[in-house]
């Protein structure tokens, strides 16, 4: 079974300062692991997603994660947030076993103020 | 192209009723997925259709079904429903490998009274 964990419930930032959302799973098998967004009253939007190769990866409007093995982290950065990045965001995996059963953490919602 | 859309919107029912929600995956493809959403549990697997098979499935009681229609358009139920039964209910769809982006609908919101 896989696990997330998403270790803030909330982080207040300022905007164009820089942001790291954490994450960190547990899994007996290897995994697939994603970022979302969820803006209110919304679905989830894909932010960016690792699968192998490169443990640095880069999303949709200036987001990047870094993969670690070693520490099961899965955490996700943003070098100057925008007040429209003001949203909840969610760290999922899904074991590689042929079709996909996202496991979601429990969220951080990222507030920038001016 | 259109995405993922899901009908209706807004829910309410009382104890007891069942309810029947609908998703329309984007063209193409496969697989369709359906969460739910409390504030209390996040995001929760309930499970997923591929081909008009459910492929897996998550924990929860048989009171919740769903079904894929060849068109591969979707329909989840809730039978008896709960107290606890309320929360968004989000379908997302895909080609339907482990490593696809999987397409969110808006969700439908059912409250149960």
């Known amino acids: 079974a896989q696990s997330v964990t998403q270790l803030d419930s909330q982080v207040p930032v300022f905007e164009e300062a820089p942001v790291e959302l954490r994450c960190n799973y547990s899994?007996?098998?290897?995994?697939?692991l994603f970022w979302y967004v969820q803006y209110p009253n919304q679905g989830l939007q894909l932010l960016l997603k690792y699968l192998s190769g490169s443990t640095l990866v880069k999303g949709i409007n200036g987001f990047e994660a870094e993969f670690n093995k070693s520490q099961t982290s899965f955490h996700l950065r943003k070098p100057s947030v925008h007040i429209s990045d003001t949203a909840e965001y969610f760290c999922?995996?899904?074991?590689?076993?042929?079709?996909?059963?996202?496991?979601f953490g429990t969220g951080t919602r990222l507030l920038v103020s001016p | 192209k259109a995405g993922v859309t899901q009908t209706p919107r807004y829910l309410i029912k009382t104890r007891g009723q069942q309810v029947t929600l609908s998703c329309s995956p984007i063209?193409?493809?496969?697989?369709v997925s359906w969460y739910q959403q409390t504030p209390g549990q996040g995001l929760q697997f309930l499970f997923e259709y591929f081909s008009e098979t459910q492929r897996n499935k998550g924990n929860f009681p048989g009171r919740f079904s769903g079904r894929q229609f060849s068109n591969s358009r979707s329909e989840m139920n809730v039978s008896t429903l709960e107290l606890g039964d309320s929360a968004l209910y989000l379908c997302?769809?895909?080609?339907?490998?482990?490593?696809?982006?999987?397409?969110f609908g808006p969700g439908t919101r059912l409250t149960v009274l």
């Open positions: 899994s007996s098998v290897s995994v697939y």
């Open positions: 063209s193409g493809h496969r697989s």
């Open positions: 997302a769809s895909s080609f339907g490998r482990e490593f696809d982006e999987q397409f």
């Open positions: 999922a995996v899904t074991p590689n076993t042929g079709f996909q059963k996202l496991v």
